[in-house]
């Protein structure tokens, strides 16, 4: 009679497959907790006007900013998590970490204020941030699509609400924080009165910039016609109570572009991102460098477009100016440099907003700027070849909307862009890292 043990790897020990069995039921509850962290930063970014509302009335404004030890410490736990168990590092959060270090060195030998260095760290953890969350949202997709359908319809009600009550009672509600006075959300008008709509969100491009990524995750959960005709035409509808110009020129370029292509797969988006890509960078520089903003009057524009006028021809150009001379451009001003950042440093009399993504990226970090800026667009190619196809179209879709939206606004300091533009960068660095199958 035989009487050997089992087959088992040689030199494994008896316990050693019971310990790796509860070493990963133990990530695997982990990697659920992150998820769910993740899902209730998100949320707070959702809420951000009723949020800060409620803080402020029960006199602890200062508590929000609680909430960005999520990303913090979801940071340090996937950084060390495999480097203390496999003695590996995770080049998806080691490498643009170690880019942020450089750069951050750099502006403080440029003099930037530390103060700003530091917020402008705090503005770009999150694209680390989505990077490390990737491969944990990957493993959750569908569930990943439906928290992305309810943020869209707390959104776009917020939106409607916020029509039919023409003003929610925390609009312009403005008090004192750790950082000087805040407000709850921006009260602000268009040229002729029209109201610009917030929603729960904390601003009215916000509340767009969410309606959009929601919108086409929420298409892609649905995938009959008819429902993504309704959801296409609902976020358009509360897009243009918002009065948020590029969403809606991005949006339904997108929603097109999705609704098409299920029909198509061989349509891979391609050019349509390189399109936009190319657009969003190429304008600005145009407009500055040809000097094309002084031949135009503001009487020129219809009213509710005087806004692009002032980018060609105030704010564009004052961000190029922010730029130091000579070959230090190519390192860009510093992070820091331009933005928000620049209300704590030396100069905040310069304040930029740079209205446009391209320019951000550029004035923070020079020529490595542009290069960051085009990586998601170069890498589609290999995201359609290797990555599933509801991840390429979700990738597709929110590249559109980065670059898109992107050609008339500055959404990096935005953390729910910030979070969306780190998970696209994350499914591009697993193409390569570790490529999926289709």
């Known amino acids: 009679m035989n009487t050997k043990a089992p087959s088992m790897p040689f030199g494994a020990r008896p316990g050693a497959a019971a310990s790796r069995n ?54 340090v736990v996937l950084f060390l998590r495999p480097l203390l168990a496999q003695n590996r590092i995770d080049l998806a959060i080691a490498v643009p970490a170690a880019l942020l270090l450089f750069h ?35 493993r959750r997709i569908d569930l990943a699509l439906t928290v992305a359908a309810v943020m869209f319809g707390v959104t776009l009600a917020g939106v409607l609400v916020n029509f039919f009550l023409e003003r929610m009672p925390w609009e312009g509600l403005a008090y004192e924080t750790a950082f000087g006075e805040a407000s709850t959300t921006r009260m602000w008008w268009i040229r002729g009165g029209t109201s610009r709509l917030p929603g729960f969100a904390r601003t009215s491009f916000n509340a767009a910039m969410i309606l959009g990524i929601t919108g086409l995750l929420t298409m892609l959960k649905f995938r009959r016609p008819l429902a993504q005709l309704a959801i296409a035409a609902c976020a358009m509808a509360a897009i243009v109570l ?3 110009k590029g969403m809606m020129l991005a949006f339904p370029l997108a929603a097109l572009w999705l609704a098409v292509q299920q029909r198509r797969p061989g349509m891979d988006g391609a050019v349509l991102v390189g399109a936009a890509c190319a657009v969003t960078a190429a304008l600005p520089f145009l407009v500055v460098f040809f000097d094309l903003g002084s031949a135009m009057s503001s009487a020129s524009f219809p009213t509710h477009l005087v806004s692009v006028w002032d980018r060609f021809t105030t704010m564009w150009p004052l961000a190029f100016g922010l730029l130091p001379d000579g ?31 391209a320019i951000f990226m550029v004035v ?14 170069l890498c589609l190619r290999r995201v359609a070849a290797t990555q599933p196809a509801p991840v390429h179209r979700a990738y597709v879709g929110m590249l559109v909307i980065a670059y898109g939206y992107g050609m008339s606004i500055n959404m990096v300091e935005e953390s729910f862009f910030a979070v969306m533009f780190g998970l696209c960068c994350g499914i591009a660095a697993s193409t390569w890292l570790r490529p999926a199958r289709r």
């Open 22 to 75: 509860a070493s990963g039921q133990a990530h695997g509850t982990a990697d659920t907790l992150l998820v769910v962290l993740l899902g209730i930063y998100l949320g707070s970014l959702l809420m951000e006007g009723v949020l800060r509302y409620a803080l402020a009335m029960a006199g602890v404004p200062n508590a929000l900013y609680l909430r960005d030890a999520i990303p913090v410490a979801t940071l």
């Open 104 to 138: 951050a060195a750099y502006s403080a030998m440029m003099g930037v204020a530390v103060f700003s260095i530091a917020f402008g760290l705090k503005i770009f953890m999150f694209i680390p941030y989505g990077m490390a969350m990737w491969p944990l949202v990957r």
């Open 242 to 244: 918002t009065t948020s």
């Open 327 to 357: 070959l230090q451009a190519l390192l860009g001003a510093g992070l820091g440099g331009i933005g928000t950042p620049q209300t704590y440093g030396h100069a905040p009399h310069r304040l930029n907003a740079a209205d446009n993504f």
């Open 364 to 377: 923070n970090f020079g020529l490595p700027g542009l290069i960051y800026y085009v990586a998601p667009a």
